[in-house]
């Protein structure tokens, strides 16, 4: 049991190294709970270059650290394919353009697929979207999943 927890929680910040702002100054106040430094545990030290947070600010390295990832997971949205199923045609054409113009291209269409998870505030933004324009129906999104925010 004890293994798959390890291997569910800890291992996809392995595949974060890469891609993600990490963070190696281990004297900072809040490097316990900070998903940056922890994902900075799994950078190779063969290498000589990452995109890391400069140790040189003022601003980092202390309580109100702006580049601070609390390692907290949240419930995710996964997919809204269906979302506008029992809508009229002209809402749905209408909250699709704006939900387009507040996420962007991309990331709606990676949304909707499913291919990107939707943030607790991202589906806040949704149904606001949905809801301003006069859609009392449920909700539905395809799935859920509990992730960082990283």
């Not at 190294?17 to 994902?39: A, G, S």
């Not at 997971?73 to 394919?81: A, E, N, Q, S």
């Not at 939707?118 to 806040?124: F, G, Y």
């Amino acid at each position: 049991m004890a293994l798959i927890h390890f291997y569910l929680y800890i291992c996809p910040m392995k595949d974060k190294v890469d891609h993600y702002t990490i963070c190696f100054i281990d004297n900072c106040p809040l490097h316990k709970h900070c998903l940056r430094w922890m994902v900075g545990r799994y950078a190779d030290p063969s290498r000589t270059v990452y995109l890391s947070i400069n140790p040189h600010n003022p601003l980092v390295a202390n309580d109100d650290c702006p580049q601070y990832r609390e390692d907290i997971r949240v419930k995710m949205k996964k997919g809204f394919v269906n979302i506008y199923y029992d809508m009229p045609g002209h809402m749905e054409a209408k909250i699709r353009q704006q939900l387009i113009a507040k996420l962007g291209r991309k990331p709606y269409f990676e949304m909707r697929k499913g291919q990107r998870l939707i943030t607790p505030e991202q589906q806040e933004l949704i149904e606001r979207v949905i809801r301003a324009n006069g859609w009392e129906g449920p909700i539905r999104f395809d799935g859920e999943e509990e992730d960082y925010l990283w």
